[in-house]
């Protein structure tokens, strides 16, 4: 039997449109084709087991989503209790009898009483329409309101969590849809409450059909005695009307419940039991109050004493469950307070090592690491981590925040392996507004700089913010400041960052795939720390090194030829350009350059020594000024045209002028011929030359 129970619930599973559909067209059949007592009985047990189980699901459904085709549901459970009282009907009419489940409720419920009988079925019909029915209806009108008016509010959110790394797309768009479907659900309860006001008013009009249809036929034209036939009807028409009543009744009490739900974290019973027995005090006060009332002498003592001595011991039973918890959490606080302790005294004693990279704050912003804060600073600074794995293929390691009584309220600071690198301002209560640079931006603010660009910026209240959302102006809440100051410290020094360790770390996440290059490579002919030194040249020039496995590939090529750092890092350029490149293309795919005068590549390339920094040109100071001041005046003529271009030398001189500018222009990329893949487009917007 039970291998035969597996077998249909396999079927119905593979099959359940199918199913779905055949159930939905046999309601018609049953409105359509006359049925014997033994079918009714049986469906009217279905009827009933349904208005069961649906009011079971929404006990147990944590929210509405879990349970969201109940409004397409109400529907169909309607029409097949609509299709049953026709059924019934129909029997009751032509046969006087409408088989044992409708017999049973009209002796057994109504107490072998149609009167009695008749002002449940009124009590219960009226319950269902104006009380449930209609407050749930109600509900779902304000809800499907407040869902839509809130919808927007909720996009942006989901939006932003999105854009600070907190959740990737997949979220995102799961939880778009989510709120849809939520909007969707009430929208569609505030309609289907309708059916079951009309399916009341339907079984009412049933009922008066099925009495008074039943006396006309049966004593005119049967010859029953009108008497008789109001005892024999009147009972068959009060046991039909609570046999569809009843399951109605329980489905409008299941919507009630699942519209009025507001924890979306609980079923019903845990969200119930744990508020209403969340207070011990309101228990043992209740018992007590019960308790006097029992001692009163018109009420009856013993229901009242049983049930107050019943809270009593509910109450405290939950009076020494809380001061367990109590206690336990005591014990927590104290051995909390003790690691903490023991981490401060061990954070006090003097070391020797330094942390790669921290960021050290004011008192006055402590708040932005509060893990409660919706801008918590570790989430935004994971964010960066995985950032920065993903733009320049380097693995950041932890970075770690400190408060520092010695700065500024507002101040913070960066620091690399214990050296200050960077320093900035931002105030938690203000909004950074970068300056538009014209006359018509009237706000009031602090003057300040934008610390990641160096871009005129204000710090300006909350009050303006509306106003300067709608002048169209770049407007930045202040950990954002924080978070882009330090990523771009980061993507400048990321080179500093790349230890021996961290080299390692990278090799690692590649060895399972592609071990045959990193075990032809490392040891035999490079070591691990040449390795790092060229990544540690490539990141210097902003070249991400994701793209490892090229990278290593280039190096076992021409690592047997030369040890020489720099050529290595050449040639792994000359295997990178396509990655180089991309980065300085105009919208039209063409690369801008600056080219650089013959007279003076001859002149760099005869006068390059070889030191301890690598290739430098030992020039004249005259002959540097010209250079440097030929730069400068081409690149800002370049920058007012809206250009970004790069400098590009020869392949001979490339490293060397890149050392003798990389002080006065660290931001200027130098790039060689090697450098371009040949379907570039280049085309020379300017020249280094004398002046």
Known sequence: MPVFLRDVMEFLNRYSEITVAFAIVGIIGIIMIPMNTGVLDFLLVINITLGITILLLTLFTRNVLEFSTFPTLLLVTTMFRLGLNISSTRLILSKGDAGYVINAFANFVTGNNYIVGAVIFVIITIVQMVVVTNGSSRVSEVSARFTLDAMPGKQMAIDADMNSGLIDEETAKKRRMDLQREADFYGAMDGASKFVKGDAIAGIIITLINLLGGILIFSLQEGMGVLEALDKFGKLTIGDGLVSQVPALLISVASGI??????????????????????????????????????????????????????????????????????FETAGAEAALEAREERERAESMPTFQVEPIALEIGYGLIPLVDEGNDGNLQVHISAIRRQCANEMGILINPIRIRDNLQLGSNEYVIKIKGNEIARGEIYLNRYLVIDPGNQDFEVEGIPTKEPAFNLDALWVEERYKEIIELNGYTIVEPVIVLVTHLKEIIKRNSYELLGRQEVKELLETIKDKYNVVIDELIPDILSLGEVQKVLQNLLKENVPINDLVTILESLADNGPMTKDIEVLTEYTRHSLKRTIVKGYLNPQGILPVITIDPDIEEIISENTKRTMSG??????????????????????????????????????IRVAFRNLTVHNFPELPILSLNDIPNDVEIEAVGMVGRI
Do not use: C, H, W
Not at 284 to 298: K, M, Q, Y
Not at 618 to 624: A, E, F, G, H, S
Not at 631 to 651: C, E, F, K, M, Y
């Open 258 to 327: 699942l519209v009025t739900r507001s924890d979306g974290d609980n079923s019903f019973g845990q969200a119930v039991t744990g508020e209403l027995f969340g207070f011990y005090k309101v228990i043992l006060v209740t018992s007590v109050v019960l308790f006097i009332i029992g001692l009163v002498p018109a009420f009856p003592t013993l229901p009242f004493i049983i049930v107050s001595l019943l809270m009593g011991s509910v109450g405290y039973l939950l009076m020494e469950n809380e001061r367990t918890e109590l206690a």
């Open 615 to 652: 290739s430098i040109p030992v020039l004249k100071p005259d002959m540097i000024t010209n250079i440097f001041d030929s730069i400068n005046n081409t690149n800002n003529r370049l920058l007012t045209q809206g250009i970004q271009a790069v400098v590009l030398a020869s392949p001979k």
